[in-house]
């Protein structure tokens, strides 16, 4: 390293967290994992315009480097191991952190490391931000109306992994202890929902709903079946705004207003079966805001709602914890449009978005966020949007990196 490069280097510092709040250097060290698949090229194309938006938003008085860390195909080649422990640990140590998506067996083979990473790093709430972008192809007359935030809990519930195969011992003694309900032939999962997990989920809810000027948090469960899983979230969930937030979130039957807010300042807290939110979502979505919900709830709500603005090339994500943040694209690894060069960047792009926002850099994302619409709303897609005739990734993020300098300019 030549004497000017180190002298750059050595300007960037870790993110900290210092009496319980971010603690944010101007230059700011963030470590990634590029992912599987079309991971390398859509990272690629990401942390190019995330780099252009922080430079044109604070004139180079900010910035931001991107450290790699290794996991999943690539870690597995180079270290024999698809989640190394330096990789988490990493993590731990810069507190914030961003990722391409990772390849997972269906059916057999190594647990998800998208779960090892969020469990291991305690991340316990998946945070995905769903609106639409005029532009984007929709299969909703009225797709505009969409605009949701969905709190999905991440440690438990299915993500608690706690399975057993059929004619294995554990299934011999459940079935002695529960008896006929499990049949001799069958494969056993638990449900696990703790109290302080789902509290802990429906308090950040709340808090983000009242922080950023949400009406109503909605609270989605199945416990009309499952009561003391699913009826216990609901339960807990009321909790929790009747002890922690009185006086600033009242319960929909106390609100004069129905759908909207009690009174400036409040917002209404409700709760929807599963299976009939599903429903409103696709029927009524203007009615819904921030959406609070156990953990395979949340996994089919998100990608619903993802559908009806685009697609999950669109749709950003977050892992959230007390100690961490890592910001992820939702889409799988694509590997049959790996290496082509036509992948969508826009769900690890917007998740950039997200991370800059938790670092409190708004008018980088902010800037992001319009140069994004812009280039969507001037006809700029990739394939996936275009129905197979939109641009390259790069071509994509040149044009949007080209935006936010427009926009840096004031257009």
């Known amino acids: 390293m030549n004497d000017r490069a180190e ?11 210092e009496g319980g709040r971010l603690n944010v250097p101007d230059h700011a060290i963030v470590p990634y994992i590029e992912g599987d698949g079309v991971g390398p090229e859509i990272w690629e194309a990401t942390s190019m315009v995330l780099r252009t938006a922080v ?30 422990a330096e990789t988490l640990a990493a993590f731990r140590e810069y507190v914030v952190g961003i990722k391409g998506p990772l390849e997972t067996p269906v059916g057999g083979g190594i647990r998800s490391l998208n779960v090892a990473i969020r469990q291991a790093l305690d991340l316990y709430a998946c945070v995905r931000p769903v609106k639409y972008r005029p532009g984007v192809p929709s299969p909703l007359r009225y797709p505009e109306r969409v605009d949701v935030v969905i709190f999905r809990e991440n440690t438990e519930d299915v993500y608690a992994g706690i399975e057993y195969p059929a004619g294995s011992g554990m299934v011999d003694d459940l ?52 009561k003391h899983t699913e009826g216990a979230f609901r339960n807990w969930g009321y909790e929790v705004a009747r002890d922690e937030f009185p006086g600033r979130v009242v319960e929909e039957g106390d609100s004069k207003e129905g759908h909207g807010r009690a009174n400036e300042g409040t917002i209404v807290i409700k709760d929807r079966i599963a299976d009939n939110m599903m429903q ?45 943040a890592v910001f992820e694209a939702t889409h799988g690894t694509a590997p049959d449009l790996a290496g082509k060069g036509r992948a969508n960047p826009c769900s690890l792009i917007l998740s950039g978005v997200m991370m800059l926002e938790h670092l409190g850099w708004k008018e980088a994302a902010s800037l992001l966020e319009k140069a994004l619409e812009h280039v969507i709303g001037g006809g700029v897609l990739t394939d996936d949007l275009a129905g197979g005739r939109g641009v390259s990734t ?18």
């Open 7 to 17: 002298l750059d280097a050595a300007r960037y510092r870790k993110i900290s967290i």
């Open 55 to 84: 430079r044109c938003a604070y004139n180079g008085e900010r910035s931001v480097r991107f450290v790699e860390v290794l996991a999943g195909l690539k870690a597995q080649i180079q270290c024999g191991n698809p989640l190394p």
């Open 394 to 411: 790069w071509e994509f993020a040149q044009a949007l990196a080209g935006a936010v300098a427009d926009a840096g300019a004031g257009w």
């Open 280 to 324: 409103q979502l696709l029927l009524h979505p203007e009615e819904y805001d921030v959406i609070a919900t156990p953990n395979l709830n949340g996994d089919y709500i998100s990608d619903l709602v993802a559908a009806e603005v685009g697609g999950l090339g669109i749709a950003p994500g977050a892992n959230v914890g007390t100690g961490c």
């Open 175 to 226: 079935r002695e202890l529960i008896g006929p309900a499990i049949a001799g032939d069958s494969a056993v999962g638990l449900k696990i929902m703790s109290r302080e997990a789902s509290k802990r989920l429906v308090r950040k809810a709340i808090q983000y709903a009242l922080d950023n000027g949400r009406r109503s948090v909605t609270l989605v469960h199945k416990g009309n079946i499952m």
